[in-house]
C-alpha cells in the first residue's frame, strides 16, 4: 500500500496584501479559494494525509472568524489525517486564547485535524503501516537554534514511516545571515535517519523539478500562492507518495493562477514600445500582478505613446505597479523648440549632442537649464 501525501506550508492567512491596493480583497479571496483547492485536489486523489509544515497563519494574533473559516476547510478532507505544526510567524503558545487554543476550539473532529506541538513521536496507523511523525515545531518567533535536535536520537524502527516536519532556514536553501530563523542544514537532517523530511519557512519551492522520481528524501512546499513582491514564485504544494519499499516519487501541484511578476524594459523609440506591449501581451492579465521597471529616452510624443500604453494596461492587469524611469530624448529638434539659435543654453546642449548624444552630461545640461527656467 503506497502512502499518499499532499504538503503545503507557509499558506499566512492573515496576510494584508497591503502593497496590492487594487488588487488586495481579490488576493486575500483567491488566498482561501486556493487553499480549498488544494483539499479538494487531495481528496479527488485519495490523499491519506494533508500536512501543513507550519505558518498557516501569518501572526499569532488572527480574527476567530479567519480561524473558524480555515478549520471548516481544513474539515473537509477526506482522507486519514491532517497534520499542523507550528511555525515562527504562528508559533505555539502556552497561554490562555493563544491562536492554537482558539484553533483548537474551532475544530470539531479532533481525531482528524492535529496540531504537533511536543518535539516526540506522533503515531499513526494506516491499514498495515505504522506512520511516525516527527515535528520540529516553533515556539518563538526567532531562535538561532533550530528545533530537530530531539530527532537525531529519538528511536527508529525500520518497519515504520518516519517523516519528519519542520519550520526553518535550511542553510544554502533559505537566506538568513541573522541566523534567526531556526537554522538547518542538509546534513543534519540527513544524519537524522528518517525516510522523509517536510520543511516550511523558505517560500520558494525545492526541489525545483517539476516531476521527482529519483527518491528525494527533502521538500519544501513553497507558498501555495504568490503573497509579496519578493515571493513572486508560483503557489505550489506537493503531491508525494511513498511506496511499501518506503521509495519516494513526487510532483508538484499548483492550486492558483495568480502570478507575480516583475520586468524591465529599455525603450528608446517605438519599435521598443511595440516590443514591450507584445511581451505585456502574454500575460493573463487578470490573473497577474505585475511591477513593471522602464528605463530610457523618449521624445514627447514617444512618450505620451508610452504613458497611454500604460495606461491602457493598467485597467486590465490585475495590478500593475509602474516605475517609469524614462527620461526626455534630447535632440536638435527639441533643443531648437526650447532655445533660441545662437543662445547659450542652445550652444552649450549642441556641443554636448554632437559630442555625445546618449552621455550624462547632456541630459544633467538639459535638466539644469529646465529648472532654471522655471524658477524664473
Aim: proline content about 3%.
Amino acid at each position: 500500500m503506497a502512502i499518499k501525501i499532499l504538503f503545503t506550508a507557509d499558506n499566512h492567512f492573515g496576510i494584508s496584501y497591503n502593497s496590492f491596493p487594487k488588487a488586495k480583497q481579490e488576493l486575500l479571496q483567491e488566498r482561501v479559494k486556493s487553499f480549498e483547492k488544494m483539499v479538494e485536489y487531495a481528496n479527488e486523489q485519495k490523499m491519506n494525509y494533508f500536512i501543513i509544515g507550519g505558518d498557516l497563519f501569518d501572526k499569532t494574533s488572527i480574527q476567530k472568524n479567519k480561524i473558524e473559516e480555515i478549520a471548516a476547510i481544513l474539515e473537509k478532507f477526506t482522507g486519514e489525517l491532517v497534520v499542523i505544526i507550528p511555525g515562527n510567524h504562528d508559533f505555539y503558545d502556552t497561554a490562555d486564547k493563544s491562536l492554537w487554543s482558539k484553533f483548537n476550539d474551532c475544530v470539531v473532529d479532533h481525531e482528524k485535524i492535529v496540531v504537533l506541538k511536543d518535539y516526540e513521536i506522533f503515531d499513526h496507523q494506516l491499514g498495515e503501516h505504522t506512520v511516525n511523525f516527527f515535528p520540529a515545531c516553533c515556539r518563538s518567533k526567532h531562535s538561532e537554534i533550530n528545533m530537530i535536535g530531539w530527532v537525531h536520537d529519538a528511536e527508529k524502527k525500520k518497519e515504520t514511516i518516519n517523516i519528519g516536519i519542520a519550520h526553518g532556514n535550511v542553510t544554502g536553501l533559505g537566506l538568513d545571515n541573522a541566523d534567526r530563523y531556526f537554522n538547518m542544514t542538509k546534513q543534519e537532517l540527513e544524519t537524522c535517519g528518517l525516510d522523509l523530511w517536510l520543511l516550511g519557512h523558505i517560500h520558494v519551492p525545492y526541489p525545483t523539478n517539476e516531476i521527482l522520481n529519483d527518491n528525494p528524501r527533502l521538500f519544501m512546499s513553497g507558498t501555495h500562492m504568490p503573497d509579496s513582491w519578493k515571493f513572486k514564485h508560483d503557489g505550489n504544494a506537493w503531491e508525494i507518495e511513498l511506496d511499501e519499499r518506503k521509495n519516494v516519487k513526487a510532483k508538484k501541484f499548483k492550486p492558483s493562477e495568480i502570478k507575480i511578476k516583475e520586468l524591465d524594459f529599455n525603450v528608446n523609440n517605438n519599435l521598443d514600445i511595440d516590443a514591450m506591449q507584445r511581451e505585456l501581451d502574454a500575460f493573463q492579465k487578470s490573473k497577474t500582478a505585475l511591477r513593471l521597471n522602464i528605463n530610457g529616452r523618449l521624445d514627447e510624443d514617444q512618450q505620451v505613446r508610452l504613458n497611454e500604453m500604460i495606461k491602457k494596461n493598467e485597467e486590465e492587469f490585475l495590478t500593475l505597479d509602474v516605475k517609469n524611469n524614462v527620461s526626455k530624448k534630447i535632440d536638435f529638434a527639441l533643443i531648437n523648440q526650447k532655445y533660441p539659435n545662437a543662445s547659450l543654453p542652445h550652444l552649450l546642449l549642441s556641443e554636448l549632442l554632437q559630442e555625445d548624444p546618449e552621455g550624462l552630461a547632456l541630459q544633467k545640461a538639459f535638466e539644469i537649464l529646465e529648472q532654471t527656467t522655471v524658477s524664473k
